[in-house]
């Protein structure tokens, strides 16, 4: 049978042919430099770390000082009393700061909700901490919680001059808010909760506002009053943005270094008072030159999130009822 293309047809397939299997790599040229600059700067370091968690390592010293000791280190931040206090710290603040946030978050982002005009610039001066710097907002509140300058103890002094009734309530002296072991975890968590409220109303509100009006107006017909509404619509329709805004105060407090690093200083403050986990992990890399350690406490950490993690994804299903 006779070919139906012409001879000029003919010689130029193949040529197409060739052309097209040289830009066959074509897409994986353009994805390259994402996957180059990842392999650098994500999987390396990650590899890298869950390696030098099993050796004992001084960076002065050049690669060649890397000394092999298997679970030494992870043996050694387990029995080491300085990263249980560490994490008592860690916890503590992560719960102060966190389960008020989603307490305030919620009630506000409904209130916020039925606001028809100026929702968007009361929502704004809320969120506005979260997007600003975190070494600002540390700075200030080294400036208000200052004990003898501080705004925070001049107001209390002058409750307690102009409202007696109020200032038998609060302390009649003023408080070393940053030196004062008892103080200093719930003044950080004061202002880890203040910076993170804002984000967390601005995912519950635009949660709330995916809600069908149909079910507030069914169940209005029925008789149902707002609290009924709010705990029976509300609550169960924002569950799942209610899993991903804890999941995120869980991983983010767990991690919490920058706020109390400003306010206390790279010790913690006095006897280590809020000194965090991440705190400690950094003093041990930085300052001690244990890399391998340090290493270790990481991945101990990454443990524990991820169990918590897991742990607050039964408790949503378990909630939500689901199996």
């Not at 100026?118 to 070494?135: E, H």
């Not at 808010?177 to 995912?203: D, I």
């Not at 105060?249 to 206390?264: A, D, S, V």
């Amino acid at each position: 049978m006779e070919s139906v293309l012409s001879p000029a047809a003919s010689s130029t397939a193949p040529r197409r042919r060739k052309r097209f299997q040289s830009w066959k790599w074509a897409p994986y040229i353009f994805i390259s430099p994402f996957v180059i600059i990842f392999a650098i700067f994500g999987a390396f370091p990650l590899i890298f770390s869950a390696t030098l968690s099993f050796a004992q390592w001084d960076p002065a010293a050049g690669f060649g000082a890397i000394k092999w000791i298997q679970l030494d280190n992870y043996k050694f931040v387990l029995t080491d009393r300085w990263f249980w206090k560490s994490l008592g710290n860690t916890v503590y603040i992560a719960l102060a700061s966190g389960l008020p946030q989603h307490l305030v978050a919620i009630p506000f982002a409904a209130f916020l909700s039925t606001l028809l005009r100026g929702r968007n610039i009361v929502l704004g001066a809320y969120f506005l901490p979260f997007i600003t710097s975190s070494v600002a907002i540390s700075l200030i509140f080294s400036s208000l919680f200052s004990k003898d300058f501080g705004a925070i103890n001049a107001i209390l002094m002058s409750l307690h001059d102009h409202l007696p009734l109020i200032g038998q309530l609060l302390p009649d002296h003023k408080v070393d808010w940053l030196q004062n072991t008892e103080m200093v975890k719930p003044t950080v968590s004061f202002v880890v909760f203040w910076r993170y409220v804002g984000w967390n109303t601005v995912l519950y509100l635009a949660a709330m506002q995916t809600i069908p009006e149909d079910l507030y107006e069914a169940a209005t017909l029925d008789g149902a009053s707002i609290t009924r509404q709010f705990w029976h619509i509300t609550l169960p329709m924002i569950r799942p943005m209610m899993f991903f805004a804890v999941s995120l105060t869980l991983i983010n407090n767990l991690q919490l270094f920058e706020e109390p690093f400003i306010l206390l200083g790279d010790n913690g403050g006095t006897g280590q008072a809020a000194m965090t986990t991440a705190m400690y992990m950094y003093r041990t890399a930085f300052y001690f030159s244990d890399f391998g350690t340090a290493c270790a406490i990481s991945w101990v950490m990454f443990v524990i999130i991820a169990v918590l993690s897991y742990g607050n994804n039964r408790l949503f299903k378990l909630a939500g009822g689901e199996d």
